[in-house]
């Protein structure tokens, strides 16, 4: 299979949607970006693997040393590179 990349409009359905698509895929890799929220709000993203670990990878509290909009995003961690 190639790769899949689905956009569209905030709370469209992408995530759920290729969710369903690989949940039956025995070998997948990859990852989705969740939205974080604090008080109903969205503060942040973070990346949500196809083994279910997650970490936030840009919130508006980080450091804007390297930042999208109001979003301070994390440099290169461990975590990420053993992901790929």
Aim: hydrophobic share 35%.
């Amino acid at each position: 299979m190639k790769n899949i990349l689905l956009t569209g409009k905030p709370r469209s359905g992408k995530s759920t949607l290729l969710r369903k698509l690989i949940q039956n895929f025995p070998n997948k890799i990859g990852f989705v970006v969740n939205e974080v929220l604090e008080n109903n709000q969205r503060v942040g993203f973070e990346m949500e693997t196809c083994k279910g670990e997650c970490v936030v990878i840009a919130h508006t509290e980080y450091a804007r040393e390297q930042s999208v909009g109001k979003y301070g995003v994390m440099k290169g961690t461990p975590f990420l590179r053993q992901q790929f």
